[in-house]
């Protein structure tokens, strides 16, 4: 062996020494299966409007356009009786990376902790970790797996927001589903922190740090090392759900449930799967809207991810994504020659992400504009003896009553100097206080201006939307999805 090899050797072991590793913290489900995130007996107000909301990857700027757009939704609809608003009928938030965050705190602690979450935005995400790009030490870490592990942005989530609340706890006080994304990169699809997935792991997901989702949510690629979950195959007799044999032999199922099928399965599988490895969920769906597409490609009803009561109570649905992405300028654009080394991999990146998003969206769309369809047929089929059951009496009931209005809240629309301001925030964990303000202020002014918010807002009894203070700006097509 020549010194070449033996330094390369000695390199390649002080590499894997350096790397920061997680150890799994999540424990093995002994007996029985997870139970669901919420209990479906608790629904709020009448049950009559459903409120989701996603909200996309993008640091403590994502994070904060998240807020922005929670209290410009509650600004616009609090009342002296309900002061929350439509906060109050969410009922689905979904969040990935700098939006797991929001979505997390606000599935937790719900309308009454938005106090504490806008103190947390100004504090700094960054105060354990090791970022400086001028620090070999950084340098090696990150190249070896990542500089940091969860003793660093989890600990920080930990001290300032959950204090070591668990998936238990959430489901205890919350009547919010909460799904936090991820990324399984050795299966290459959207991770998403649900009981289902859990119990293909065989793992006790209410025993499970949220800040330890979130963390895993968060874990960009190189900055952080990826959060492991261990595969506890041996500890429980599980039992596929019947979705899942019927995806492994039908021609017709989608592509995205097929996938998801795979992973689960992997998951069972000690050969293919003692751990499993998570990264930042921008890298397979930075809105988080794969899990509603997977809920109803898998669905063996026309209603689910809703209960069959909640399908006939329902009148009006809201599905917004907090969009906090920016146009980022490389410089290349203006020269002949590049992109090259970190400009290259970034743009590869960016490409690959961007594209898997807008795929996502699109299909989540077309997911909802078939789903409204089948609520309405299965609303319609139902004997007047069943609506009475479930609503209490048959006044007023109209079964084709269901409109769902579907759309994004982002930097588009918002006037030219505040959109150049806002995408020179950069993507980090710490930021200025006065672009935290700025970046609140702006997903106020885009919620407020929202066609399919103003849209919702006239078509639900109690509101004359747009709300006071309203911008209008350049009609886009506006929801309702028609039938």
Same mark, same amino acid.
């Given at each position: 062996m020549t010194w070449a090899n033996v330094a390369a050797l000695a390199a390649a072991v002080l590499l894997a020494g350096c790397s920061a590793v997680n150890e799994p913290l999540n424990t093995p489900l002994t007996s029985g299966k997870n139970p669901t995130l919420v209990d479906v007996g608790s629904l709020p107000g009448d049950g009559s409007t459903f409120v989701g909301l996603a909200f996309s990857g993008g640091g403590t700027r994502a994070s904060a356009f998240g807020y922005g757009m929670l209290e410009?939704?509650?600004?616009?609809?609090?009342?002296?009786?309900?002061p929350d608003g439509i906060?109050?009928?969410?009922?689905?938030?979904?969040?990935?990376?700098?939006?797991?965050?929001?979505?997390?705190?606000?599935?937790?602690?719900?309308?009454?902790?938005?106090?504490?979450?806008?103190?947390?935005?100004?504090?700094?995400?960054?105060k354990y970790m090791a970022n400086s790009p001028l620090n070999p030490v950084t340098i090696v870490r990150g190249l070896s797996g990542g500089a940091n592990s969860r003793k660093t942005f989890g600990r920080f989530l930990d001290e300032e927001l959950?204090?070591?609340? $668990? +998936?238990?706890?959430?489901?205890?006080?919350?009547?919010?589903? $909460?799904?936090?994304?991820?990324?399984?990169?050795?299966?290459?699809?959207?991770?998403?922190?649900? #009981?289902?997935?859990?119990?293909?792991?065989? !793992?006790?997901?209410m025993?499970?740090?949220?800040?330890?989702?979130?963390?895993?949510?968060?874990?960009? #690629?190189?900055? +952080?090392?990826?959060?492991?979950?261990?595969?506890?195959?041996?500890?429980?007799?599980?039992?596929?759900?019947?979705?899942?044999?019927?995806?492994?032999?039908?021609?017709e199922a989608s592509e995205a449930m097929r996938a998801h099928a795979r992973a689960l399965e992997s998951y069972t599988n000690p050969e293919?799967?003692?751990?499993?490895?998570?990264?930042?969920?921008?890298? @397979?769906?930075?809105?988080?809207? @794969?899990?509603?597409? *997977?809920?109803?490609?898998r669905a063996q009803n026309a209603y689910a991810p809703l209960t069959r009561e909640e399908a006939v109570k329902l009148e009006r649905m809201l599905f917004l994504v907090a969009?906090?992405?920016?146009? $980022?300028?490389?410089?290349?654009?203006?020269?002949?020659?590049?992109?090259?080394?970190?400009?290259?991999?970034?743009?590869?990146?960016?490409?690959?992400?961007?594209?898997?998003?807008?795929?996502?969206?699109?299909a989540m769309r077309l997911t909802l504009d078939r789903w409204q369809q089948a609520l309405v047929e299965f609303r319609c089929d139902l004997p007047l003896a069943e609506v009475r059951r479930i609503r209490g009496s048959t006044a007023g009931w109209?079964?084709?009553? =269901?409109?769902?209005? *579907?759309?994004? =809240? !982002?930097?588009?629309g918002l006037p030219d100097g505040m959109q150049r301001e806002l995408n020179e925030i950069p993507t980090r964990l710490k930021l200025k206080p006065e672009q935290v303000a700025l970046t609140i202020e702006a997903a106020r002014q885009s919620t407020r201006q929202n066609p399919e918010f103003n849209g919702f807002l006239r078509a639900v009894e109690g509101f004359d939307g747009p709300p006071e203070g309203a911008t209008p700006i350049a009609p886009r097509r506006i929801s309702p999805i028609s039938n």
């Open positions: 410009a939704l509650r600004d616009a609809t609090a009342t002296p009786a309900d906060l109050s009928d969410v009922r689905l938030v979904t969040g990935v990376s700098g939006g797991s965050v929001t979505a997390a705190w606000f599935g937790y602690a719900g309308a009454g902790g938005m106090a504490k979450y806008r103190a947390y935005l100004d504090k700094n995400g960054e959950f204090r070591g609340a $668990t +998936f238990g706890d959430l489901r205890r006080k919350s009547r919010v589903k $909460t799904w936090i994304n991820a990324s399984d990169v050795a299966n290459n699809v959207t991770f998403l922190f649900s #009981p289902e997935t859990f119990d293909a792991l065989c !793992s006790d997901l025993k499970l740090p949220l800040s330890e989702a979130v963390a895993a949510s968060a874990a960009f #690629p190189l900055v +952080f090392s990826p959060i492991v979950l261990k595969a506890h195959q041996q500890s429980c007799a599980y039992q596929e759900p019947d979705w899942l044999t019927a995806a492994r032999y039908n021609p293919e799967a003692r751990f499993v490895k998570l990264l930042d969920g921008g890298i @397979t769906d930075n809105f988080g809207t @794969t899990g509603l597409n *997977v809920e109803r490609a969009n906090a992405g920016v146009r $980022t300028d490389y410089g290349w654009t203006q020269k002949l020659p590049g992109p090259g080394g970190v400009q290259l991999a970034m743009s590869i990146a960016t490409s690959s992400m961007s594209a898997a998003t807008r795929t996502g969206y699109d109209d079964c084709a009553d =269901v409109k769902l209005f *579907v759309g994004q =809240v !982002s930097f588009e």
